[in-house]
């Protein structure tokens, strides 16, 4: 088990509700970026994606990649990134030993340049697809390869490449993941839909219930719990929204049997990221 899991706020956007829930209204709504921070006993600091960074503001400086930011107002300030508020808690770039990415959107690998020495975790083969894609393209589904370091591929290991496939006892259905560090505390699950090689992880911590995060498997708690995907609309930058919604139906059934068990965190839910903050 990991020793402890914290979540941090890098950054957000604005968007319609009803857009990312389809009972929502048709209002805009704050979106936070959140980064999990799990300390491991021996891996020592994980990140579980990285939020927004001023690296976005770069990358989204010319067109056609400042659509992406006119589309999606975001928010981003120097002294909230991961960076900053890691080192504001005595925490240096050297000492975050891995990043897992759940998938590579820019709000959730933006503050990718600022770990140049961190082991990163990552569907290889979706990076591979992704950045033979021309510009638009890759525009089109949320990939910036400005935000994406050099040496990406020299530092990254594929989730696929672990042969530890464990399932969850902890979650009702037929939930495997991969099991990263050999000790069954922080585990990889498959999530696919929202993008190409989309992952969640399941955290098991000795400090309090496991922790189920699932990146943009489900963007609100409450769509998660009702079973209520996006509007088609969103469906533009997944990479299959009918593959979106069978994955967001298992996921709503298994926490609607164990989230009494389990904290189900969606990336950009400000419910359950403060819920996890109090518990």
Same mark, same amino acid.
């Given at each position: 088990m990991v020793s402890n899991i914290r979540i941090l706020t890098a950054g957000s956007c604005q968007e319609v509700e009803k857009v990312t829930y389809c009972n929502g209204q048709f209002k805009k709504i704050t979106f936070p970026s959140s980064v999990a921070v799990i300390e491991h006993p021996s891996e020592g600091i994980i990140l579980f994606d990285t939020g927004y960074s001023e690296h976005f503001k770069k990358a989204t400086? !010319?067109?056609?990649? &400042?659509? #992406?930011? /006119?589309? %999606?107002?975001?928010? $981003?300030?120097?002294?909230? %990134?991961a960076v900053a508020q890691l080192?504001?808690?005595?925490?240096?770039v050297r000492d975050v030993r891995h990043i897992i990415l759940s998938h590579l959107h820019a709000d959730h690998v933006a503050g990718l340049k600022d770990f140049p020495h961190s082991k990163i975790w990552s569907d290889v083969g979706a990076f591979q697809t992704l950045k033979q894609k021309s510009r638009i393209s890759r525009l089109r589904k949320a990939f910036l390869t400005d935000l $994406?370091?050099?040496? =990406?591929e020299a530092?990254?290991?594929? +989730?696929?490449?672990?042969?530890?496939? $464990?399932s969850i006892s902890e979650l009702s259905g037929d939930w495997q993941g991969h099991d990263l560090f050999g000790d069954e505390s922080v585990i990889a699950i498959p999530l696919p839909g929202h993008a190409l090689g !989309? #992952?969640? /992880? =399941?955290?098991r911590s &000795?400090?309090?219930?496991?922790?189920?995060?699932?990146?943009?498997a489900a963007w609100l708690t409450k769509a998660l719990k009702e079973n209520c995907p996006p509007l088609p609309l969103a469906g533009i930058i997944m990479?299959? +929204?009918r593959e979106y919604k069978s994955t967001l139906g298992k /996921?709503? &059934? %298994? #926490?609607? *049997?164990?989230?009494? *068990?389990?904290? =189900? $965190?969606?990336? !950009?839910?400000?419910?359950?990221?403060? #819920? =996890?903050?109090?518990?």
């Open positions: 400086a !010319h067109f056609p990649e &400042k659509l #992406y930011a /006119l589309v %999606t107002p975001t928010e $981003i300030d120097e002294n909230t %990134t080192k504001s808690q005595g925490i240096s $994406i370091p050099a040496d =990406f530092r990254t290991q594929d +989730f696929q490449s672990i042969s530890r496939s $464990i !989309h #992952y969640g /992880l =399941f955290v &000795k400090t309090g219930k496991p922790a189920f995060f699932l990146g943009d990479d299959s +929204f /996921l709503s &059934k %298994t #926490y609607n *049997q164990c989230s009494n *068990q389990v904290a =189900f $965190i969606p990336c !950009h839910c400000s419910d359950a990221i403060e #819920y =996890f903050g109090r518990h």
